[in-house]
């Protein structure tokens, strides 16, 4: 669904039309001017509630003075680009990074640009590594429905046929297992412990040899489009496999890292110990910062070589990630996230109730949350998520349209609970009103 525009824009929109593309999903039309806090404004200096923290990457909110002072500093030496010359910014981060991890198996990192950069170079990483132990040792495991970017890599490494199409072929190496949806009858994830193991039957023949041939198993932290977190008995299953075989266990956590679940990384709900994660959005408070951390044998194997790239790792960028790690631990942000997120899913449960004719599920952790829609009164599930996403957008609340059947929801993590209310009210508002409209 294309938001219809405010009149207003149409002159500055048609600009935009005539030289840049519109293959951007969903192209939301309004102009944003400036942003403060959990608030954008636009051209108009109408005034939204961001509850989509910038596609979850403004954690610490728009226009940070904290961020911006710290930033303010680096511009003034003059160095906002050293390519792999060594620079302080770089120094000071990369330390304080692997202290924020806290994990002893994640001791040293790569600095890229983008969050599909860093999938990208784990997957170089988790291919060389496997050469290391067998030249055959190569496979991927993912799962199917998993989001990983949208270059050729990260698309064979996503598990949703349409988006790697494209390509005309297909890494024979990259496996696609099951998703535990909770909602499908026949998987009985609560009591089942072994589903795991029964989607591995399902996509690999009897006799093939796991130890020999896969390098490694990716996977976000919690299924993006819905922020579908697994089952802890699961990722427990996954990681015993991995260790069984010599596997790899690897997670995304684009949208899950930097405090936004109410912990720091997505992965500490499972209570295990991954040996590579990927990280970027929240990571940099908006500026262009991602990386992959992983140990020393992985990192520095002997057949991987060409982790450089020209932008990756600028003093701005990596001041910008200091800066944000120093302002989560000194605020407390991360413990805000928790102790929101037990007030964000009650209500969202509750809208679950009251609107149980239009949505089916509600999920998440912390401060990321979704709403699945149901067909409802001759509508299909898409169409209500756009409609619920343009009744938000006109009161004044961006959310994050998927482009399917569900809305995420995730504000900055220095939202306040009378802000986080003010906002689940205008939800409740749009679902009243679609309702409505729906039944007539």
Same mark, same amino acid.
């Not at 002997?302 to 790690?325: D, F, Q």
């Not at 989560?328 to 929101?340: A, D, H, R, V, W």
């Not at 829609?373 to 898409?382: I, L, N, T, V």
């Given at each position: 669904?294309?938001?219809?525009?405010?009149?207003?824009?149409?002159?500055?929109?048609?600009?935009?039309?005539?030289?840049?593309?519109?293959?951007?999903?969903?192209?939301?039309?309004?102009?944003?001017?400036?942003?403060?806090?959990?608030?954008?404004?636009?051209?108009?200096?109408?005034?939204?509630? $961001?509850?989509?923290?910038?596609?979850?990457?403004?954690?610490?909110?728009?226009?940070?003075?904290?961020?911006?002072?710290?930033?303010?500093?680096?511009?003034?030496?003059?160095?906002?680009?050293?390519?792999?010359?060594?620079?302080?910014?770089?120094?000071?981060?990369?330390?304080?990074?692997?202290?924020?991890?806290?994990?002893?198996?994640?001791?040293?990192?790569?600095?890229?640009?983008?969050?599909?950069?860093?999938?990208?170079?784990?997957?170089?990483?988790?291919?060389?590594?496997?050469?290391?132990?067998?030249?055959?040792?190569?496979?991927?495991? *993912?799962?199917?429905?998993?989001?990983?970017? &949208?270059?050729?890599?990260?698309?064979? =490494?996503?598990?949703?046929?349409?988006?790697?199409?494209?390509?005309?072929?297909?890494? %024979?190496?990259?496996?696609?297992? $099951?998703?535990?949806?909770?909602? $499908?009858?026949?998987?009985?994830?609560?009591?089942?412990?072994?589903?795991?193991?029964?989607?591995?039957?399902?996509?690999? %023949?009897?006799?093939?040899?796991?130890?020999?041939?896969?390098?490694?198993?990716? =996977?976000?932290?919690?299924?993006?489009?819905?922020?579908?977190?697994?089952?802890?008995?699961?990722?427990?299953?996954?990681? %015993?496999? *991995?260790?069984?075989?010599?596997?790899?266990?690897?997670?995304?956590?684009?949208?899950?890292?930097?405090?936004?679940?109410?912990?720091?990384?997505?992965?500490?709900?499972?209570?295990?110990?991954?040996?590579?994660?990927?990280?970027?959005?929240?990571?940099?408070?908006?500026?262009?910062?991602?990386?992959?951390?992983?140990?020393?044998?992985?990192?520095?194997?002997?057949?991987?070589?060409?982790?450089?790239?020209?932008?990756?790792?600028?003093?701005?960028?990596?001041?910008?990630?200091?800066?944000?790690?120093?302002?989560?631990?000194?605020?407390?942000?991360?413990?805000?996230?928790?102790?929101?997120?037990?007030?964000?899913?009650?209500?969202?449960?509750?809208?679950?109730?009251?609107?149980?004719?239009?949505?089916?599920?509600?999920?998440?952790?912390?401060?990321?949350?979704?709403?699945?829609?149901?067909?409802?009164?001759?509508?299909?599930?898409?169409?209500?998520?756009?409609?619920?996403?343009? %009744? *938000?957008?006109?009161?004044?609340?961006?959310? *994050?349209?998927?482009? &399917?059947?569900?809305?995420?929801?995730?504000?900055?993590?220095?939202? $306040?609970?009378?802000?986080?209310?003010?906002?689940?009210?205008?939800?409740?508002?749009?679902?009243?009103?679609?309702?409505?409209?729906?039944?007539?």
């Amino acid at each position: 669904m294309i938001i219809t525009p405010d009149n207003r824009y149409k002159s500055t929109l048609k600009e935009f039309k005539k030289f840049e593309t519109t293959n951007m999903s969903p192209n939301i039309k309004i102009l944003w001017k400036k942003g403060s806090g959990v608030h954008i404004f636009d051209k108009y200096n109408k005034k939204y509630i $961001d509850f989509t923290s910038g596609i979850f990457a403004t954690n610490i909110g728009h226009n940070n003075k904290y961020l911006n002072d710290r930033i303010r500093k680096i511009i003034k030496t003059g160095i906002v680009h050293s390519y792999h010359y060594y620079n302080y910014p770089r120094q000071n981060y990369i330390k304080k990074l692997i202290k924020f991890v806290n994990q002893k198996k994640l001791n040293r990192c790569h600095l890229v640009s983008s969050g599909t950069e860093a999938t990208e170079t784990a997957l170089k990483l988790i291919k060389t590594y496997g050469r290391t132990k067998n030249k055959e040792k190569t496979g991927v495991i *993912c799962l199917k429905g998993n989001w990983h970017g &949208r270059t050729v890599g990260s698309q064979m =490494l996503s598990g949703k046929n349409s988006q790697s199409e494209w390509i005309g072929y297909f890494d %024979k190496n990259i496996y696609h297992v $099951d998703f535990p949806y909770p909602w $499908d009858p026949k998987l009985n994830i609560k009591k089942k412990s072994n589903f795991f193991e029964q989607s591995l039957k399902k996509t690999f %023949k009897s006799d093939f040899n796991f130890k020999n041939k896969i390098s490694a198993v990716l =996977l976000e932290t919690f299924q993006g489009w819905g922020a579908i977190f697994y089952p802890k008995n699961y990722i427990k299953e996954i990681e %015993k496999f *991995c260790k069984k075989n010599n596997i790899l266990l690897c997670f995304d956590e684009m949208q899950s890292g930097f405090g936004r679940t109410g912990k720091k990384f997505g992965f500490e709900h499972y209570d295990v110990k991954p040996d590579l994660i990927c990280c970027g959005k929240g990571m940099g408070s908006g500026f262009p910062i991602a990386g992959v951390i992983t140990n020393n044998k992985v990192m520095d194997n002997k057949y991987v070589s060409g982790l450089s790239s020209t932008h990756s790792a600028n003093p701005v960028s990596c001041e910008a990630g200091a800066a944000t790690i120093d302002y989560l631990n000194n605020k407390k942000i991360i413990k805000n996230s928790k102790i929101l997120g037990l007030i964000f899913h009650e209500e969202l449960k509750k809208l679950n109730h009251t609107y149980s004719d239009l949505i089916n599920y509600t999920f998440g952790k912390g401060l990321i949350g979704s709403m699945i829609f149901k067909e409802a009164y001759g509508k299909d599930s898409k169409t209500i998520a756009d409609l619920v996403c343009q %009744k *938000c957008l006109d009161k004044g609340l961006l959310v *994050c349209n998927t482009g &399917r059947e569900s809305v995420k929801l995730g504000p900055p993590l220095i939202i $306040d609970k009378k802000t986080l209310l003010k906002s689940l009210q205008i939800i409740k508002s749009a679902l009243s009103e679609i309702s409505k409209i729906t039944k007539n």
